[in-house]
Nanobody, 114 residues
Framework: QVQLVESGGGLVQAGGSLRLSCAAS????????MGWHRQAPGKERELVAF???????NYADSVKGRFTISGDFASNTVFLEMASLKQEDTAVYYC????????WGQGTQVTVSS
């Protein structure tokens, strides 16, 4: 069983920055892809960004140029650096990992105030 533990969420003003972390319980080399989704109140869960095992990244149009996903293989941690945050970025952010099945973290709340 894989455990994914997110941290780094919180309350930030619009225009501010946050860094989310997702620590995996086993080596990142065992995953094909790792990424982040988010779910705002009353909305469906949506893809934010992902990084593949060979280092390719992909972002939702709504966060391109503002968010950066990266991985640290030494600590088996994936990061999501979020800058120029907007109120519409308010959501619960979920880390996930793909290794023949999808594993999900418990989520971390990000709230962007005006």
């Amino acid at each position: 069983q894989v455990q994914l533990v997110e941290s780094g969420g919180g309350l930030v003003q619009a225009g501010g920055s946050l860094r989310l972390s997702c620590a995996a319980s086993r080596s990142m080399f065992s995953f094909n892809v790792m990424g982040w989704h988010r779910q705002a109140p009353g909305k469906e869960r949506e893809l934010v960004a992902f990084v593949t095992s060979d280092g390719r990244t992909n972002y939702a149009d709504s966060v391109k140029g503002r968010f950066t996903i990266s991985g640290d293989f030494a600590s088996n941690t994936v990061f999501l650096e979020m800058a120029s945050l907007k109120q519409e970025d308010t959501a619960v952010y979920y880390c996930w990992a793909d290794s023949f099945r999808i594993y999900w973290g418990q989520g971390t709340q990000v709230t962007v105030s005006s």
